[in-house]
């Protein structure tokens, strides 16, 4: 089992950014993945889930800013946040369902 | 949203020490609850599911309690290779949630 986010470092306030976890060793129909952030030096926050059945959950704090979506014949899943922040600068991580964990991809927002 | 109050923010302890980090849950959450460590520059690492489950792999010198909406991570005998950060999650409602963190030193 392995994940891998990948995407941009840098976003721009007020732009949108978007983050691929690439998944292998399990389907995604079959467990859920999660996306987790990190600020700098502070601790985990739960963004949002993609249920195995393709269903998904946000994190209200995120104010509708977010989206997660797959591609199963990639195996990949998709985050989305739109009007960025420079309070978005963070430490990404998908997990299949808390259990493995990527490597973590980190963004920075700044203009 | 449910709120995880996690305690000590940090502490610092000895090689052989009994070590207890706790988290309060602001509502009901059964034991839906996972204890993670966290290495600098690694990833989350599951320690405990369920609240008192050790995860595959994990020494037996941690283990999981609960009593009542507290919920604490115990290690029995400290080694230097349990230095970390521990974050406390529960999964049972939207928003998920984690604990602020505990920062686990050596003295």
């Known amino acids: 089992v392995q994940l891998m986010e990948s995407g941009p470092g840098l976003g721009q306030p007020s732009q949108t950014l978007s983050l691929t976890c690439t998944v292998s060793?399990?389907?995604?129909?079959?467990?859920?993945v999660h996306w987790v952030r990190q600020p700098p030096g502070k601790g985990l926050e739960w963004m949002g889930v993609?249920?195995?059945?393709?269903?998904?959950e946000y994190n209200s704090a995120f104010n509708a800013r977010l989206s997660i979506s797959r591609d199963t014949s990639q195996s990949q899943v998709f985050v989305t946040i739109k009007s960025l922040k420079t309070e978005d600068t963070a430490i990404y991580y998908c997990?299949?369902?808390?259990?493995?964990w990527g490597q973590g991809v980190m963004v920075t927002v700044s203009s | 949203d449910i709120q995880m109050t996690q305690s000590p923010s940090s502490m610092s302890a000895s090689l052989g020490d009994r070590v207890t980090i706790l988290c309060q849950a602001s509502?009901?959450?059964?034991?839906?609850l996972i204890w993670f460590q966290q290495k600098p520059g690694k990833s989350p690492r599951p320690m405990i599911y369920?609240?008192?489950n050790l995860a595959n792999g994990v020494p037996s010198r941690f283990s999981g309690s609960r009593s009542g909406s507290d919920y604490s991570l115990t290690i029995s005998s400290l080694e230097s290779e349990d230095m970390a950060d521990y974050h406390c999650?529960?999964?049972?409602?939207?928003?998920?949630?984690f604990g602020a963190g505990t920062k686990l030193e050596l003295k």
């Open positions: 997990t299949r369902y808390f259990d493995y």
């Open positions: 060793g399990f389907s995604l129909t079959d467990y859920s």
């Open positions: 993609m249920w195995s059945g393709g269903s998904t």
């Open positions: 509502q009901d959450i059964g034991k839906n």
């Open positions: 369920f609240a008192t």
């Open positions: 999650l529960q999964y049972k409602q939207y928003p998920y949630t």
